[in-house]
DNA sequence: GTGAAAATATTGAATATTCAACAATTGAAG
DNA sequence: CTTCAATTGTTGAATATTCAATATTTTCAC
């Protein structure tokens, strides 16, 4: 019962690849949902994790997203002309920048959570409510062993 | 037992976060090891595709690396460059160009090949040996009920 | 068979991301 | 206290990706 696949085995045998695809295929979806708002993906990750009021610096909220620093400089910046969040110079640490929603991009976030819901309610459906609730445990594990 | 997150659940409870955000880990770390080579994820992925030795069309390669038509084009324009790949018209379909792989991409493939293999062994001993494969099956099954 | 529609791959312009360098502030050693 | 290193965020240039348009070939309806 090989584990590990072998040096000549299908990609699609592989982990990495198998997360991609998964990942790729997912993200497509939910892309799809959130353009009736004209938001990307990561602009819904940014409003959800400012949701909880309190402010996040710039790293902070990079590792959150999942994106670089720069590039969420530079989405922040969009975010920013649109009136959807606001930064603040931390005054502990002046380095610091903290970012916070705005009230539209509260009414936003609200409209774009129920797509996201609905986008994984649709998964449950097709894919089982015990499989998804396995594959988060799991997913969440390996995330947990990799650092 | 909530199964879809609600609207005000953290984004780390929703499957695309934890996604994305295994993925990124883990194709970090594929990243890192392939850099040896000095060759990006998705060249190993071209090499491994073709290494079954059968002409691959463009469309048809483009669907099992991952990547959209264009950005494709561009890659294989590069591995073109670097005598890994080579393109043939399909003789019976002479819309279609047909990608096979050079000798010397095979031996590159080799070494990639053993690089990846060492970083899903690494994965398996720190994530166990039944929860890499439970969730494979997991993520197979996910993209088959995808489509 | 002919002409319109579909399929395939590529190109170029527009957009986005990344890398390296920078500026500002804080922390810490001496 | 002063200086040097580390942290934080931004910027600009280089690179990569995507979108829309194009060229070519095939398929299909008539």
Redesign the pocket.
Known sequence: MAKPPKENSPITEHLAYLLAQANREINRQLETRLAKEGV?V?QWRILKVLSDGNG???????DAVL????????????MVSDALVY?VQ??????????FVSDRGKALCRRLNSLAVSQEEHIVESYGDKSTTELKRLLESLIGSAN
Chains 1, 2 share one sequence.
Do not use: Q, W, Y
């Open positions: 990307p990561e996040h610096s710039m790293g902070e909220l990079a994106l670089n620093h720069p590039t969420l400089t530079k989405m922040i910046d969009r930064r931390d005054p502990k640490d002046r380095r610091k920048v903290l970012m």
